[in-house]
C-alpha cells in the first residue's frame, strides 16, 4: 500500500513539473490551477497561425529529410520507408495543404504524385487497412479537391485578385495548372484500388473471394494476398473501407469496390453477438469465427463504428445508418461505465478491462455527429419546427422524451426483429444525462483530465490503477483528442474548448518538437518522464495538426459564421477516420458524376456533420473553465462572483473552476464503486482484481500540496 501511494505521489509531482512547461512558452496550465482565461477571437487566430508555422515547419523537415520515403526520423533527422514506400507523408498530407490554403504548394505536391507515384509497379507487401486510409483516401481527396478548384477557379481567382493581386494564390490562377487538372490522381488511385481489392481474394482455396466476405489484412501489390498470409483479421481492417472504396466506386462507375466493403461490414454485422450487439475484435475471416472477444470502441474496432455513420451521411447508405444506431446503443448499453467506456466480453457484456485506450478519444466526436444527425435535428430541417428560436425551446432536455418520441417513433420504419434492444433515437432521452452531446461532453472531459495530469494520453490508461497502462506508456502525437475537441467546439461554440486546444497545442510545441532544429516532431516514448522516441506518423500532418488548425480557424470566426474548412470552396465535408476531406456533394451521394460545370453539386441533405444547427445549452460543466453568462447570453466580468464578489472564491464561483485531477478521481471512484472490485458486481462476477491502491487513498494525496 505504502508503494502504491508513493508511486502516486511520483506521479503528482511528474504531473505539476509538466504542466510549467518546458520551453517557458506560458500555456500548458498548471495543475494547481486549472483555470484558464476564454481565448478570444483574436488569440485563436495567432494559435491558429502559430499550428500553420508548426505543420510548414514539419512538412519542410521531411520534404528536405525524408522524401520520398514514407516518413521522418524526427531525431535522426533521415527519412525511413515504413508502410510501402510509397511518399506515404506527402501523400498523406497534401490535403492539409489545401486546408491551410497554400494551394500553390499542393499544386507542386500533386504534380509530383501525378507523375511519381507508380503504385501499379509496386512489389510492396502491404497492410490493407493502412494503405486505404492513408493513401488511397489521400489520392481520392486530393482529386475531389482539385476538381473543386477547377469547378470554381473563376470565383476562386478572382477573390484572390480582389484581395491580394500579388499573392500566392494569384500566381496559381495566371499559371493555370490547376484549371488544366484532368482527372490523374483518380486514374492513380484506381490503379491502387485495384491492387487493393486483390485482398478480398482466397488463394488458398484458389477463389475470387474468401469465404466470409471480409478481406485479407495484407496484401502484395504485385501478386495479391500471399499463401502464408495470416486469416486473422482486426474488425477496423475488415470495416473501414466503406467511405474510400465506396467513394471510388462513386468517382469512376465501377460498383465494384463499394460492394467489396458493404459485404465485409455487413459480414461483420452480421456475426455480432445477438445478446449484447456487440462485436469483437478479431476475426477468422475463413470460419467467421471470432477470435478475439473483447469489445470496445477503441483498438482493433474503433473506425468500424466510425465508417457505419460516415458512410451513411456521405454516400446515403441507409442501411448502414440504422446498423450504426443499432451499434452505437449496443456500446452505450454494454461498454459506457460513468464517462468511460471500458473492454468487455462481447457474448455477455462481462467487464474484461477497465483501461482508457487512446483511440477512444474519437468516441466523443463521433457521439457530436450522432447528436448533430439525431430525430431531434431532422425535424427542425424536415420543416416541423416552424424557427431556430422555437427548436431551441424544444430543446429542453428535461422533456426531451416525451415531445419527440412519439414523432420520433412514427419517423423510424424499423423491421421488427432487426433491433437488439428499443432505445433508438430519442426514446431513451428523459433527461440531460442520456443525450448523446451530454455524453460526448463528459467522455471528453475524462479524457483531457488524462491529458491534463500527464500531458499527453498514453496509448493505454489504466482505470484500476490510475496511471499508464505498462508497456502503453508512449504518446504517439495521435489526433483523436483533439478530432473531439474540434467537433465539441462546433457543436457548442463553448470557447472553453479552444482552450483545451491551447493546452494541448502548448504540450506538443514544448515536449515533442525535434531538439535539433529543422527535424520536426517526436513522439514520447513515456508521458511522464517525457523522453523523446524517433519516430513521427504521417498522421500528425494529417490529423493532428489539421483538427488543430480548424479548431482555432473556428475560433477565430465570430459566433454564427460560417466556418468552411476550405476557405475557397462552397462544400461541407465528411473526415475520414485519417482526416482525409470528402465533400458533401452529388457526385458522391448519387452513383455516377454529374455533367461539367454544374453548379448545383452542393448537398443540402438530413444532416449537417460539422455543423449542427442548434445553440446548445450551456450545461453545467464538469472541468472545463466557465465564464458565467447573463440571460442574453453575453459573458459576465470573471473577476465578480455571482454576488458581486471580487475575492477569489467568489471569482472560481463565476468561472466556474472545478479542480481537473479532482474530477478524475471522482470518476474513477464511480467506476470502482460499479464494478465492485474486488468484489460480485451487479449481473455477475467481474474479473478484476482488488486494487493495491484504493481510489479514496489516491485522492487524499492528490489533495495534499505536491512537494
Known sequence: MAIAIAAIVALAVIASSLAVGEGGRGRFSSLASPDVEIVSSKEALSLREEVREAFVYTYDAYMRNAFPKDELLPLSCKGVDTLGSYALTLVDSVDTLAVMGNWTEFAKATRWIEENLKLSESQETVSLFETNIRVLGGLLSAHLLKEGFKDHAEEICGRARRQDAKGDLVKQCESGEMQRYDGELLAEALALGEKLALAFEDPKRQSNSTRTGIPYGSVNLATGVLLNETEIASTAGGGTLAVEFGVLSRLTGDPKFEDLARSSMTAIWERRSKLTGLVGAHINITSGIWTHL?????????????????????????????????????????????????????????????????????????????????????????????????????????????????????????????????????ENRSDVESHDLYKAIQTHGAMFAVWK???????????????????????????????????????????????????????????????????????????????KRDHMESFFLAETLKYLYLLFDAGARDIGEPHRVVSDLPYEYVFSTEGHLFPLTKRLSDFGKPPAGNTEDVIEGYCRPLHPIWNTPRYKRHFLPDAATAEDGSLADPGKGEGGGQGAESQNSAMGVIDIQAFLIKSLMKLQSFFHLGGEAEGGDIAVEESECPLEDIANVLDAPAA
Open 453 to 531: 495530469r500527464h500531458g499527453a494520453t498514453p496509448e493505454g490508461y489504466s482505470l484500476s490503477t490510475v496511471r499508464p497502462q505498462v508497456g502503453q506508456l508512449a504518446y504517439a502525437l495521435r489526433p483523436e483528442l483533439i478530432e473531439s475537441t474540434y467537433y465539441l467546439y462546433l457543436a457548442t461554440r463553448d470557447p472553453s474548448y479552444l482552450s483545451v486546444g491551447r493546452d494541448m497545442l502548448a504540450a506538443i510545441q514544448t515536449r515533442c518538437r525535434a531538439d535539433k532544429p529543422g527535424c520536426g516532431y517526436a513522439s514520447l516514448a513515456s508521458v511522464d518522464k517525457g523522453r
Open 294 to 426: 473483447d469489445s470496445g470502441v477503441g483498438a482493433s474496432i474503433d473506425s468500424y463504428y466510425e465508417y457505419l455513420h460516415k458512410a451513411n451521411v456521405l454516400l446515403g447508405l441507409d442501411d448502414f445508418g440504422d446498423m450504426f444506431r443499432q451499434a452505437y446503443h449496443s456500446v452505450e448499453d454494454n461498454v459506457r461505465v460513468g464517462p468511460w467506456y471500458v473492454e468487455v466480453n462481447m457474448e455477455n457484456g462481462v467487464l474484461v478491462w477497465p483501461i482508457f485506450n487512446a483511440l477512444q478519444a474519437f468516441w466523443p466526436g463521433l457521439q457530436t455527429l450522432m447528436a448533430s444527425c439525431s430525430s431531434d435535428h431532422q425535424l427542425f430541417q424536415s420543416g416541423s419546427m416552424k424557427s431556430k428560436s422555437e427548436f431551441s425551446q424544444m430543446l429542453n432536455y428535461q422533456s426531451i422524451a416525451r415531445q419527440l418520441g412519439v414523432l420520433a417513433r412514427k419517423r423510424t420504419e424499423v423491421p421488427e426483429g432487426h433491433l437488439v434492444h428499443e432505445s433508438y433515437g430519442c
